[in-house]
């Protein structure tokens, strides 16, 4: 069974639009899935975070992660402003503490912030909050995270390339078609 690394080169080489400027990236990418997706197996669920500009790909995830043609488990990947419509108020460290209680107890497994946005949104006070946390950075250099840039004219295509890449390492994972460890 091949490594994780060794399964996602494969999967960028035989990708059919061009995702060339992955393989580069890959060793920063795989150690930050490979934590999320051993997350997910355990059963802890996935909440979505996105600074506005990036709302879009948010519903784009959220309909596609568990569409019933998929033929595999729904997962547990909900959006964090949609469980809390308040997120916009969370401006402090205690109020950042109180929504993390609130989680905890919602999420008795366990659960984790998947962030996608630009480095400097209010946001990232929720976000940066857990080192575990799955972040998809715009614009900023912070270690366990993925980094993009807006200045990229390809940027919406390299998202979408992201999530392909993601959704399809969840079911080799799920299937056991990848080596973890």
Not at 44 to 71: H, M
Not at 87 to 102: F, G, K, S
Not at 130 to 147: K, Q, R
Request: no cysteine.
């Amino acid at each position: 069974m091949p490594s994780l690394l060794e399964w996602t080169l494969g999967v960028i080489r035989e990708e059919p639009s061009d995702f060339s400027w992955m393989e580069e990236h890959r060793y920063d990418w795989v150690p930050l899935a490979k934590g999320v997706l051993e997350r997910i197996v355990d059963g802890q669920a996935v909440l979505l975070l996105t600074d506005p500009q990036r709302r879009w790909f948010e519903r784009y995830i959220l309909n596609a992660v568990n569409a019933p043609n998929k033929e595999r488990p729904f997962l547990p990947i909900h959006s964090l402003g949609s469980l809390f419509p308040h997120l916009q108020e969370i401006d402090t460290n205690e109020r950042v503490a109180l929504l993390e209680d609130m989680l905890e107890i919602a999420y008795p497994q366990g659960h984790l912030v998947w962030y996608i946005g630009e480095g400097n949104h209010p946001y990232t006070k929720i976000a940066y909050r857990n080192e575990e946390n799955f972040l998809w950075l715009i614009n900023e250099e912070l270690s366990g995270s993925f980094v993009l840039r807006d200045t990229d004219p390809l940027l919406d295509i390299k998202l979408l390339q992201l999530y392909r890449l993601f959704d399809k390492s969840i079911e080799a994972t799920l299937y056991g078609q990848v080596e973890l460890s």
